[in-house]
Nanobody, 123 residues
Framework: QVQLVESGGGWVQAGGSLRLSCAASGRTFSSYAMGWFRQAEREVGAAISGSGSRTYATDSVKGRFTISRENAKTTVYLQMNSLKPEDTAVYYC???????????????????WGQGTQVTVSS
């Protein structure tokens, strides 16, 4: 069982930046692929393998959002730059077990979810 707690959401003007964090419980964090989803979207916004060696970003955020992780701190991050009003959403952190080498794209592939953090981008 993994518990995920997101933080770092808030309000920002268009063009600004935010960094989301997701703290995970458990001692096998490196075996979990992690992803950041936006509410109501099936495809992950950004994902990272358990090892951290593979990442994925959907086209709408590629070049603006960067996912990273610190396995020693059992934490995954989403650095969001050049934010746009259409990025406004609740952002969820998710974990998939048994994915040390692969980043996962589909929401149905994930086993555990955080409670979400609101990001609001004003124009």
């Amino acid at each position: 069982q993994v518990q995920l707690v997101e933080s770092g959401g808030g309000w920002v003007q268009a063009g600004g930046s935010l960094r989301l964090s997701c703290a995970a419980s458990g001692r096998t964090f490196s075996s979990y692929a992690m992803g950041w989803f936006r509410q109501a979207e099936r495809e992950v916004g950004a994902a990272i393998s358990g090892s951290g060696s593979r990442t994925y970003a959907t086209d709408s955020v590629k070049g603006r959002f960067t996912i990273s992780r610190e396995n020693a701190k059992t934490t995954v991050y989403l650095q969001m730059n050049s934010l746009k009003p259409e990025d406004t959403a609740v952002y969820y952190c998710a974990a998939r077990s048994g994915s040390y080498r692969d980043a996962r794209v589909d929401s149905y592939e994930y086993d555990y979810w955080g409670q979400g953090t609101q990001v609001t981008v004003s124009s």
